[in-house]
């Protein structure tokens, strides 16, 4: 069950007390549920533009109702062909980096007519924006948080602080939030999910000026580590075991570890031992 954001609970197969289906997002209702590229879900269930994984339901669960979405590093197009699917989207720009997942997004445009509504576009990160698209929402996920981080520092120019930024990196999520805090982006919702076996992190920033976070509320998560959910305290009770082995074999290491290194892992774990405690 992910550590889920009240404003944002949708509709996605995941019905649970634990979800307060009245504050559900207009948008989204249907019955899609997971993906993830080329691979099936946990359920062994094919994964598609209609199916998609838990991961990438909860994404478009934050996207708001009838976005002009921007999704960055689309692959084969799933989300934002979900979305203007189930009429939860005005319009869409899926950009990608790579000639393989261009020609796979537009593919999945062009079998579900949806050209008029979604332009595929070969661009690298932000540039895939253009000015007359009026971009309300920008999703970049399925990547590492450092990437994520180095395409809006890159893209900076098409910011412009209305946009709803809807983030899933696959770790780096410290330095993703310090770039967030530094541009002036709040927190406005994060979210836990586990799949597959991975813990995915989902955060949603909105401009907001000056914004300020601790630096253990840049490594948890602030809104995460307010909440403290079972997930969240699982994840980090996994994680403890596995940085303190990774602490004591640098300890015991027989060439010498950079002390930088060392002390950077023995905070984190003092971090995750504190915040359990
Ligand atoms: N967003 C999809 C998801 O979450 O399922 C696809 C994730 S896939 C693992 C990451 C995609 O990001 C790849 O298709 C890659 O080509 C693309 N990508 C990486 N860097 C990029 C960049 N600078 N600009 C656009 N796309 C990029």
Same mark, same amino acid.
């Given at each position: 069950?992910?550590?889920?954001?009240?404003?944002?609970? =949708? #509709? +996605?197969?995941?019905?649970?007390?634990?979800?307060?289906?009245?504050?559900?997002?207009?948008?989204?209702?249907?019955?899609?549920?997971?993906?993830?590229?080329?691979?099936?879900?946990?359920?062994?269930?094919?994964?598609?533009?209609?199916?998609?994984?838990?991961? /990438?339901?909860?994404?478009?669960?934050?996207?708001?109702?009838?976005?002009? /979405?921007?999704?960055?590093?689309?692959?084969?197009?799933?989300?934002?062909?979900?979305? =203007?699917?189930?009429?939860?989207?005005?319009?869409?720009?899926?950009?990608?980096?790579?000639?393989?997942?261009?020609?796979?997004?537009?593919?999945?445009? &062009?079998?579900?007519?949806?050209? &008029?509504?979604?332009?595929?576009?070969?661009?690298?990160? /932000?540039?895939? +924006?253009?000015?007359?698209?009026?971009?309300?929402? +920008?999703?970049?996920?399925?990547?590492?948080?450092?990437?994520?981080? #180095?395409?809006?520092?890159?893209? *900076?120019?098409?910011?412009?602080?209305?946009?709803?930024?809807?983030?899933?990196? #696959?770790?780096?999520?410290?330095?993703?939030?310090?770039? /967030?805090?530094?541009?002036?982006?709040?927190?406005?919702?994060?979210?836990?999910?586990?799949?597959?076996?991975?813990?995915?992190?989902?955060? =949603?920033?909105?401009?907001?000026?000056?914004?300020?976070?601790?630096?253990?509320?840049?490594?948890?998560?602030?809104?995460?580590?307010?909440?403290?959910?079972?997930?969240?305290?699982? *994840?980090?009770?996994?994680?403890?075991?596995? *940085?303190?082995?990774?602490?004591?074999?640098?300890?015991?290491?027989?060439?010498?570890?950079?002390?930088?290194? =060392?002390?950077?892992?023995?905070?984190?774990?003092?971090?995750?031992?504190?915040?359990?405690?």
């Amino acid at each position: 069950m992910p550590t889920i954001c009240r404003e944002a609970a =949708v #509709n +996605i197969g995941l019905r649970s007390n634990a979800f307060e289906m009245s504050a559900i997002a207009r948008q989204n209702r249907g019955p899609i549920r997971m993906q993830m590229p080329d691979a099936g879900d946990e359920k062994g269930r094919e994964l598609n533009e209609q199916t998609l994984s838990m991961r /990438l339901e909860r994404v478009a669960a934050h996207v708001p109702a009838g976005a002009r /979405l921007a999704d960055i590093g689309s692959d084969h197009g799933y989300l934002p062909v979900a979305l =203007v699917r189930r009429g939860a989207i005005e319009m869409a720009v899926a950009g990608e980096v790579a000639m393989t997942p261009y020609r796979a997004a537009e593919r999945t445009v &062009s079998e579900n007519d949806l050209q &008029s509504r979604i332009s595929v576009r070969l661009a690298d990160g /932000l540039a895939a +924006i253009e000015a007359g698209d009026r971009i309300t929402a +920008i999703s970049l996920c399925g990547m590492g948080g450092e990437t994520i981080r #180095n395409i809006l520092d890159a893209g *900076k120019a098409r910011l412009n602080g209305e946009q709803r930024l809807i983030l899933q990196p #696959n770790g780096g999520e410290q330095p993703l939030r310090l770039w /967030l805090m530094n541009n002036g982006y709040q927190m406005r919702c994060e979210e836990l999910l586990r799949e597959n076996r991975f813990d995915y992190e989902i955060i =949603v920033a909105e401009f907001a000026g000056t914004v300020s976070y601790t630096p253990q509320e840049l490594y948890f998560g602030p809104l995460l580590l307010q909440a403290r959910s079972a997930a969240f305290l699982a *994840k980090w009770q996994r994680r403890l075991g596995h *940085k303190q082995r990774t602490l004591n074999s640098l300890r015991l290491a027989s060439r010498p570890v950079p002390e930088d290194k =060392v002390q950077d892992l023995a905070q984190q774990v003092r971090w995750i031992t504190e915040m359990l405690a």
